[in-house]
């Protein structure tokens, strides 16, 4: 038995609440337990410099922690990004970006925010699975309007973490387990059951195979029950 009582193999309590705010195209908020991530999405009739006249679009994201989503105040970055703060942009990015066929998207660009309310471990895990949600919420209304094809919108994203923590295998770490975990993980596949990326690392020693297929083998039940969760947001 886990620290807040889970079994090894159990997510936190998850919630999403799609439309959260009223002025972007998309948007949602997404609870892990105690972790709460405003996302939204918005959509410019415009791409970067290097794509211009090349008849497709972009997906960006920023992320960003408030001073007080954690114990201690966090400064504000306002001499630029921190380098963990750019190393998660560029993974929701690519993330997201696997979801979406950029030629069918047209000369646009979608940004998705993310906004860390309260961190309690799982920030860019549920980011991406959140930002998911706001960015299908967009395009669905871009479709509806009939100014780009269904298709796309590709399979779904979702990601979750695992972990060794004390020699026990655990899906969805939370902060206490995260700071003290042996191995981390953070996975992200798609509906059709393909990885979009995997980071694992050893925060301590080393680990097996074995390990490792027990981690992948734990995040993608959990990612499972993340895509439920999205198409029960983003469909109703």
Known sequence: MRF????NDEMRPITIIPGYLDHPEGSALIE??????????????????????????????????????????????????????????????????????????GERTLTIDCDVLQADGGTR???????????????????????????V???????????VVQDEVLLDLNYHEDSQAQVDFNVVMNAKGKYVE????????????????????LAEKGIGELFKLQRDSYST
């Open 32 to 105: 892990m337990g105690r972790t709460r991530v405003v996302c939204t999405a918005t959509i410019e009739e415009r791409v970067p410099f290097w794509l211009r006249d090349q008849a497709q679009g972009w997906v960006t994201a920023e992320y960003g922690m408030l001073p007080r989503s954690t114990h201690q105040r966090i400064a504000r970055e306002t001499s630029g990004p921190r380098a963990r703060t750019q190393e998660i942009r560029r993974l929701i990015g690519r993330s997201l970006r696997a979801g979406v066929d950029l030629n069918l998207l």
């Open 153 to 163: 919108l590709g399979s779904p994203i979702a990601a979750v973490s695992a972990g």
């Open 4 to 7: 807040d009582g889970r079994a």
């Open 198 to 217: 995997v980071q694992g690392t050893a925060e301590q020693g080393v680990f097996t195979r074995e390990v490792m297929d027990q981690l992948l083998n």
């Open 125 to 151: 895990t549920a980011s991406i699975t959140g930002g998911y949600v706001a960015m299908a919420i967009a395009l669905r209304k871009l479709i509806k309007g009939g100014l780009v094809s269904p298709r």
